[in-house]
């Protein structure tokens, strides 16, 4: 079976541009979860979707940041425009609503903005 | 203050050793407890629950202690797969959003 898919695995991208992040959830699973983890910080809760509908957003730094579930198999994080700060290894999870504990994570994006 | 605390590490043992490591929680009303593996570079993954009675998988045990808001993971017969980062895990409860420790880093030695 497929685990979570996250792409691309890996960004380098210039200080201004445009960065989405993609993110299929294994089927079946309606909990998503988009986390950031870097070695100061370590993971952090971005935003979770329940049903598709965003439920906790608070962990999202700041207006650049943005994150949509269209559908119950597609997620995207969109940084715009992204910072050299925003360098850190971003995951999806995704789970059951009722057993949240329980979160797959996919393998994550390292994004490294120069 | 962050949710929840851990020792970093690095843990340094040889194989076959004991090792156990704690991590404290600041939210009281916390229900739900878990702890996590990650391997270098990888994605993180569960371990296993924390029950307020203790429990024990194979090699490894948690522990909860409500009083003092700590759980503890005990690692017996250290393999050198263990090797990785252990984070705590807290959570208001069962539909709520984790909280992820810091981790502390095991390093299982020939």
């Known amino acids: 079976d497929a685990g979570v898919i996250q792409s691309p695995r890996h960004e380098v991208t210039e200080m201004g541009q445009e960065v989405t992040l993609r993110c299929k959830p294994i089927?079946?699973?309606?909990?998503l979860f988009w986390y950031r983890q870097t070695m100061m910080r370590g993971l952090e809760l971005l935003i979770y979707?329940?049903?598709?509908?965003?439920?906790?957003d608070s962990g999202m730094p700041e207006d650049r940041f943005s994150a949509k579930m269209p559908n119950a198999s597609f997620s995207t994080l969109k940084i715009q425009p992204s910072e050299p700060r925003d360098s850190a290894v971003y995951f999806c999870?995704?789970?059951?609503?009722?057993?949240?504990?329980?979160?797959?994570f996919g393998p994550g994006t390292r994004l490294t903005v120069t | 203050r962050k949710e929840v605390e851990q020792d970093p590490g690095p843990f340094n043992v040889p194989e076959g050793a004991t090792v156990a490591f704690n991590c404290t929680y600041s939210?009281?009303?916390?229900?739900?407890f878990f702890w996590y593996r990650q391997d270098c570079r990888k994605e993180p993954k569960l371990l296993m629950s924390?029950?307020?009675s203790g429990n024990e998988d194979g090699r490894f045990t948690a522990q909860l202690n409500r009083a003092s808001q700590y759980i503890s993971l005990l690692i017996r017969d250290s393999k050198l797969s263990d090797s990785a980062t252990y984070l705590c895990?807290?959570?208001?409860?069962?539909?709520?959003?984790?909280?992820f420790g810091k981790g502390t880093s095991l390093l299982v030695t020939p």
């Open positions: 999870a995704s789970s059951f609503a009722q057993a949240n504990y329980e979160q797959y």
């Open positions: 089927s079946g699973h309606n909990s």
């Open positions: 979707f329940n049903n598709n509908v965003p439920i906790d």
């Open positions: 939210n009281s009303a916390s229900q739900s």
């Open positions: 924390v029950y307020s």
């Open positions: 895990v807290v959570s208001l409860s069962s539909g709520y959003a984790l909280n």
